[in-house]
C-alpha cells in the first residue's frame, strides 16, 4: 500500500510561483510512474502533469505547460509540481495520484492511477 501526502498549496497573487510536493511511503516509489491532477468543485478532475518512474519523460495539460514542471526524487520518494505565472483559474484541489504496477508509462488519464493523496487547496487570486 502506498500513502501520498500532498503540502505546499497556499493563497497566492495572480503571478505569483508556488511549489507543491508529495511525499510518498510504503511501496517502491521508484518504480510508480506518477501523476498530478487538481479539481474545482462541481467539476470533473482533470490532468495536470504526469512523470515517468524514472523522470525521464513528462507529459503537461495544455493549460499548464510552459509554466509548470513536474519532477521527483526517487531517493527521497518525493513528487513536485513546480507553478509560475499563476493564474486564478489555476484556483484547485491539487491531487498527486501513482500507478501501482512497476515500470509502466506515465498516463495522463486518472482512471490509470491506483493511489491518490487527500489534496492540498492552491488559491490564486486576482
Known amino acids: 500500500q502506498v500513502q501520498l501526502v500532498e503540502s505546499g498549496g497556499r493563497l497566492v497573487q495572480a503571478g505569483a510561483s508556488l511549489r507543491l510536493s508529495c511525499a510518498a511511503s510504503?511501496?517502491?516509489?521508484?518504480?510508480?510512474?506518477m501523476g498530478w491532477f487538481r479539481q474545482v468543485p462541481g467539476k470533473e478532475r482533470e490532468f495536470v502533469a504526469a512523470?515517468?518512474?524514472?523522470?525521464?519523460?513528462?507529459y503537461y495539460a495544455d493549460s499548464v505547460k510552459g509554466r509548470a514542471t513536474i519532477s521527483r526524487d526517487n531517493a527521497n520518494r518525493a513528487l513536485h509540481l513546480q507553478m509560475k505565472s499563476l493564474k486564478p483559474e489555476d484556483t484547485a484541489v491539487y491531487f498527486c495520484?501513482?500507478?501501482?504496477?512497476?515500470?509502466?508509462?506515465?498516463?495522463?488519464?486518472?482512471?490509470?492511477?491506483?493511489?491518490w493523496g487527500q489534496g492540498t487547496q492552491v488559491t490564486v487570486s486576482s
Open positions: 512523470i515517468s518512474w524514472s523522470g525521464s519523460s513528462t
Open positions: 495520484a501513482a500507478r501501482r504496477i512497476y515500470y509502466t508509462p506515465a498516463s495522463t488519464s486518472m482512471k490509470d492511477y491506483d493511489y
Open positions: 510504503g511501496g517502491t516509489f521508484g518504480t510508480y510512474a
